[in-house]
T-cell receptor, first 110, second 112 residues
Framework: GQQLNQSPQSMFIQEGEDVSMNCTSS?????WLWYKQDPGEGPVLLIA?????ELTSNGRLTAQFGITRKDSFLNISASIPSDVGIYFC??????????FGTGTSLTVIP | KAGVTQTPRYLIKTRGQQVTLSCSPI?????VSWYQQTPGQGLQFLFE???????NKGNFPGRFSGRQFSNSRSEMNVSTLELGDSALYLC???????????FGNGTRLTVT
């Protein structure tokens, strides 16, 4: 099946630092989604991207839809302890099946 | 608006048994998808239902089945449970094709 490669796999940062992570695909996507998952809960939608080159913000989060349509990026500015969790990228095939990245685990050190 | 509701939250079963998981989507969402999440395989697509019809199916054995009711609520059934079926089963609803998925908090299934 489709593979979405996310990097880095894990990050340990100091509170207040900025974070960058990315997701690459072997195929083109027309939609990119970013989710955050806390322990024991389901993934929560952070940002949805629909157009190549699109840059969308949600508070301290900014995501970009790569121009090749095979990648996407998520940035978190001025990290805080509640940013801790696992971040996933996702994209759909034509059949509404979503493929998910392997996840980036974020730890914020106060 | 209420989110996606999954019941039960936790389930412990023994090998060979069967299990039924339930999902109530966000009001107005007609598409319901099921995903299996494990540490080794990540999030894997099981199937998607729209207007009571299975529209897509992932690469899982026939022991995994589902259905959707006229009120869009969905159930997932796993028969003849195996140890490897232990996972977090997530239900997600959406407005339609390629629309963002909204997940419930999942059912944690443990097979002993």
């Amino acid at each position: 099946g489709q593979q979405l490669n996310q990097s880095p796999q894990s990050m340990f940062i100091q509170e207040g630092e900025d974070v960058s992570m990315n997701c690459t695909s072997s195929s083109i996507f027309n939609t990119w989604l970013w989710y955050k998952q806390d322990p024991g809960e389901g993934p929560v939608l952070l940002i949805a991207l629909y157009k190549a080159g699109e840059l969308t913000s949600n508070g301290r989060l900014t995501a970009q839809f790569g121009i090749t349509r095979k990648d996407s990026f998520l940035n978190i500015s001025a990290s805080i302890p509640s940013d801790v969790g696992i971040y996933f990228c996702a994209g759909p095939n034509t059949g509404n099946q979503f493929y998910f990245g392997t996840g980036t685990s974020l730890t914020v050190i106060p | 608006k209420a989110g996606v509701t999954q019941t039960p939250r936790y389930l412990i079963k023994t090998r060979g048994q069967q299990v039924t998981l339930s999902c109530s989507p966000i009001s107005g969402h007609r598409s319901v998808s099921w995903y299996q999440q494990t540490p080794g395989q990540g999030l894997q697509f099981l199937f998607e239902y729209f207007s009571e019809t299975q529209r897509n199916k992932g690469n899982f054995p026939g022991r995994f089945s589902g259905r959707q009711f006229s009120n869009s609520r969905s159930e997932m059934n796993v028969s003849t449970l195996e140890l490897g079926d232990s996972a977090l089963y997530l239900c997600a609803s959406s407005l339609g094709q390629a629309e963002p998925l909204h997940f419930g908090n999942g059912t944690r299934l443990t097979v002993t």
